[in-house]
């Protein structure tokens, strides 16, 4: 696209806004949230507010005796991660698989999250794993909670992972013996199991966090986090009819995806609810509808891999001749792609791509806020909930109810123009000097992702020569295409590690794991004892990492404060965003398979 043509845009009647005045009007809603020295986003939960990481499912029946016993393969976590992780394990050949979870069933983030309206807000087709192999086609388009817990325990059943899995415990320790290639593994239970490979699939979402609010410990009503929703108090289940709350002045605490999904059930139940914003969410269309049956007859072998391989190369700023998923997340890469050739980004001058994408995105995001104006009645009300941010400042949000809530006679939005809640007291909570009453106070704060990776994981993991995790990565993750770390053999990392960010969680899991499973399964064929990645391989990879990470520097500097540029604080790095492959999704998961294809296991050392 010659350089002519995106200045040739700047002076069409293509787009309604000001240029100018926007990013006028994007810098000073940013400005407003910085938060100052001493005056921190959020809190660890520990204290009063420790219950809150406990589990409110525990089952009796899973008591049991400690047990000591050696295995081939240890993996941490009963999500996604960790059920991928034993699947492809499994099919690799190995046979004894511990599971160590501290819930007490799979399921991971959805067995933790159980609020009302918990759904997912990607296509249920290329987010619930494994689909063609286990014979299961989801029953709607974006499928609920608790169908994806059941698809949890439908993996794990299939692969037989209960039968050796440790359910409602946590690993205290896991330790490297050299002299016998393995580690030892110890948890809160008491027992020690010996493990040759150990798997490390935490979650990047296991942790809640609570807001940074003076006095957030002296309310005496009740509260409770969302990801520990409290069904005794509120009545009702995840599909909502909280009949309890019918005379009960409620309050919410923040406006992310959680509390978006969770909103419209809290404002159809309770006498009053006051939610309590400091950054509105962009939350577009998400047009739900029933699974096709007749669209399931046209399916051929191979479907989930190409539908899933369609939107990570769509979501990636690639092209594709047709959009199989078409929803909201392909609809926002059509729009902020539709300024460009059908090549893509690569023919673009690069002086000029940044504001052919910043022009789009603006574009994309007018649209959201006309339909804030076209849902919402109010008008200062609606003024409140747009968004003035780049779209992947935050994660997008899709909901067709969350909007209207606000119409609601019972429902108030209290905006407090970026600066948060500023003190909670015995009754209530105080905003720009007004103490608003309640009866509940409800934390939709989401989790804790800044904060470093053995507290997150909750406990420590000593490699070779005595070497700790938590003092190596204490400025942060340093590794071998994400899932190696010098001086730490046999042991595997899964998730937003140095990987590549794709919308598709799941599909990055899929990739981890299958990648695992290689490297097992070439260690045991040549009984190899250890696999590490060597120094110069880790350097290099970081290296990579911090160059790839600069394209991004300027986007995210001016984004809103939020997890994904570190609570704004761009000078300390960019939190979720600062450790990951810069090439994108489907350049990562090109370097892996040719890396597999290569065969010669390139910057490992075996011994």
Request: hydrophobic letters at 35%; one cysteine or more; charged letters at 25%.
């Amino acid at each position: 696209m010659p350089v002519n043509e995106i200045d040739h845009l700047l002076n069409s009647d293509r787009f309604s806004f000001d240029l100018t005045e926007l990013r006028a009007k994007y810098k000073k809603e940013r400005d407003k949230r910085i938060r100052t020295e001493g005056n921190e986003q959020y809190v660890e939960v520990k204290g009063d507010f420790s219950h809150y990481v406990d589990d409110p499912y525990i089952d009796v029946s899973l008591e049991r005796k400690p047990l000591t016993d050696e295995v081939d393969a240890l993996v941490v976590g009963g999500g996604f991660g960790g059920l991928l992780a034993g699947a492809r394990l499994r099919q690799a050949g190995v046979k004894k698989i511990r599971l160590v979870e501290k819930g007490s069933d799979f399921g991971g983030t959805w067995y933790w999250n159980r609020y009302p309206g918990a759904m997912c807000d990607i296509e249920s087709y290329i987010y619930l794993p494994l689909l063609e192999e286990l014979g299961y086609i989801p029953k709607e388009k974006y499928t609920k909670a608790p169908e994806i817990l059941e698809h949890s325990r439908r993996i794990a059943e299939h692969f037989d992972l209960y039968s050796d899995a440790l359910l409602q415990t946590q690993v205290t320790e896991a330790r490297w013996v050299e002299a016998d290639k393995n580690w030892r593994i110890t948890t809160n239970r008491d027992d020690e199991i010996r493990a040759k490979y150990l798997v490390m699939a935490n979650g990047p979402l296991n942790r809640p966090k609570l807001p940074g609010i003076k006095g957030i410990d002296k309310f005496q009503g009740h509260t409770f986090h969302t990801s520990r929703w409290d069904y005794d108090y509120t009545g009702g289940d995840a599909s909502g009819g909280l009949s309890k709350l019918k005379d009960k002045c409620v309050g919410v605490i923040g406006t992310g995806a959680t509390a978006v999904q969770c909103i419209p059930h809290l404002g159809a139940a309770a006498e009053s609810l006051f939610v309590f914003q400091r950054t509105p969410s962009s939350v577009d269309v998400r047009a739900n509808q029933v699974t096709d049956t007749n669209w399931v007859k046209t399916l051929t072998p191979g479907w989930q891999k190409r539908r899933m391989e369609n939107f990570n190369t769509l979501v990636s700023g690639g092209y594709e001749k047709e959009d199989f998923v078409q929803d909201g997340w392909t609809e926002i890469f059509r729009n902020l792609t539709g300024v460009l050739p059908p090549e893509g980004y690569e023919a673009i001058p690069k002086n000029k791509l940044y504001l052919a994408t910043e022009l789009a995105d603006f574009e994309k995001m007018e649209k959201i806020r006309s339909r804030v104006d076209s849902l919402v009645r109010d008008e200062s009300t609606a003024e409140a909930l747009k968004p003035y941010y780049r779209q992947f400042c935050k994660r997008p949000c899709f909901h067709d109810e969350y909007l209207e809530t606000y119409n609601l006679p019972n429902v108030t939005l209290v905006d407090t123009a970026g600066k948060g809640v500023a003190e909670v007291t015995s009754r209530g909570v105080i905003v720009d000097g007004k103490e608003y009453e309640l009866d509940c106070l409800i934390f939709a704060t989401g989790f804790e992702v800044g904060t470093s990776y053995t507290r997150r994981s909750g406990y420590e993991v000593i490699g070779q020569n005595g070497r700790r995790l938590g003092k190596k990565w204490e400025k942060g993750p340093t590794t071998f295409h994400g899932m190696h770390s010098a001086e730490f053999p046999n042991c595997f990392f899964m998730g937003f590690i140095q990987t590549a960010l794709t919308p598709n969680f799941v599909h990055l899991l899929l990739e981890q794991s299958k990648h695992i499973a290689h490297l097992v399964h070439h260690a045991e064929k040549n009984k190899i004892g250890s696999i590490v990645a060597s120094q110069a391989a880790e350097d290099e990879w970081c290296a990579t990492i911090k160059r790839l990470a600069k394209s991004g520097e300027k986007f995210f500097r001016e984004c809103t404060p939020g997890y994904y540029n570190n609570e704004g604080k761009a000078d300390e790095g960019y939190g979720f965003i600062q450790n990951s492959y810069g090439g994108g999704p489907v350049e990562f998961f090109q370097i892996l398979e040719n890396w597999r294809e290569q065969g010669d296991m390139d910057g490992l050392i075996l011994e």
